[in-house]
C-alpha cells in the first residue's frame, strides 16, 4: 500500500469550505485513491474515491493532479457535524490489506 | 445500509476468560478485516483475509487469533484476555477488486478486561 502523508489536524468554522491534502509520492498506475470519516466511537465511512482528474458527489470534491502524486479533499460549507477524523488511503486491490494511517482530526467550531 | 454485523457490542469480561469477537457479513465480499483502536488514536491493522482459509497478521501485533471458515464470518479469539487487550476492536470487508473498491465498517465491539 502506497506511503499516505496527511496533516494531523485542521481547524474550521461552520459554513467555510474545508480541503485536506494527501501526498502519495509512491502511488502505483493501478491505484485508486479513497477517503473515509470516522467519528468517534464509530468505524470508518467511505466518502468519495478517485482515479484521476475530478470526482463529485452530495458529500465532497476529489481534486487528483495529472501526477497523481497527491489529492484534495474538499468539504463545501462544512457544519458542526463535519467534526471528524478523515483518512486518505491509496490502494486497495487484489491481496492488499486496508490500512489506515493517522489521519487528520478536523474540528469545526460554531 | 452496510450489512456487516459484530457483536456483542459491549463486553466486560474478567483477566484470563477465552472470548470471541463475532463479525458476519451478508454482501459476499471476499476480504475482511479486524481492526484495534483506542479512543483518540490511530485505526491498527491486526488481521486480514482475502478470501475462505486465508488468513494474515496485519500490521499491529496481536496475541488474538482469527478463522476464516466461511465467506460471511471472520471471528476474533483471544485465548486468555488480559486488561491490555481493553480496546475497540472494528470489523470490515470489502470486494477483491482490481481497481478501487469501498471498505465497509461494522458497529464495532467495545472490549473491557478488568
Known amino acids: 500500500l502506497a506511503k499516505t502523508t496527511q496533516p494531523i489536524s485542521m481547524d474550521s468554522y461552520e459554513g467555510q469550505e474545508v480541503n485536506i491534502t494527501c501526498s502519495h509520492n509512491?502511488?502505483?498506475?493501478?491505484?485508486?485513491i479513497t477517503w473515509y470519516q470516522q467519528f468517534p466511537s464509530q468505524g470508518p465511512r467511505f466518502i468519495i474515491q478517485g482515479y484521476k482528474t475530478k470526482v463529485t458527489n452530495e458529500v465532497a470534491s476529489l481534486f487528483i493532479p495529472a501526477d497523481r502524486k497527491s489529492s484534495t479533499l474538499s468539504l463545501p460549507r462544512v457544519s458542526l457535524s463535519d467534526t471528524a477524523v478523515y483518512y486518505c488511503l491509496v490502494g486497495n486491490t487484489g491481496r492488499r490489506a486496508l490500512t489506515f494511517g493517522s489521519g487528520t482530526r478536523l474540528q469545526v467550531q460554531p | 445500509e452496510a450489512d456487516i454485523y459484530q457483536t456483542p457490542r459491549y463486553l466486560v469480561i474478567g483477566t484470563g476468560k477465552k472470548i470471541t469477537l463475532e463479525c458476519s457479513q451478508t454482501?459476499?465480499?471476499?476480504?475482511m478485516y479486524w481492526y484495534q483502536q483506542d479512543p483518540g488514536m490511530e485505526l491498527h491493522l491486526i488481521h486480514y483475509?482475502?478470501?475462505?482459509?486465508?488468513?494474515e497478521k496485519g500490521d499491529l501485533s496481536s496475541e488474538s487469533t482469527v478463522s476464516r471458515i466461511r465467506t460471511e464470518h471472520f471471528p476474533l479469539t483471544l485465548e486468555s484476555a488480559r486488561p491490555s487487550h481493553t480496546s475497540q476492536y472494528l470489523c470490515?470487508?470489502?470486494?477483491?477488486?482490481?481497481?478501487?473498491?469501498?471498505?465497509?465498517f461494522g458497529q464495532g465491539t467495545r472490549l473491557t478486561v478488568v
Open positions: 454482501m459476499g465480499h471476499d476480504k
Open positions: 509512491n502511488i502505483a498506475t493501478n491505484d485508486y
Open positions: 483475509s482475502y478470501g475462505v482459509n486465508s488468513t
Open positions: 470490515a470487508s470489502s470486494e477483491w477488486a482490481g481497481s478501487g473498491t469501498e471498505a465497509f
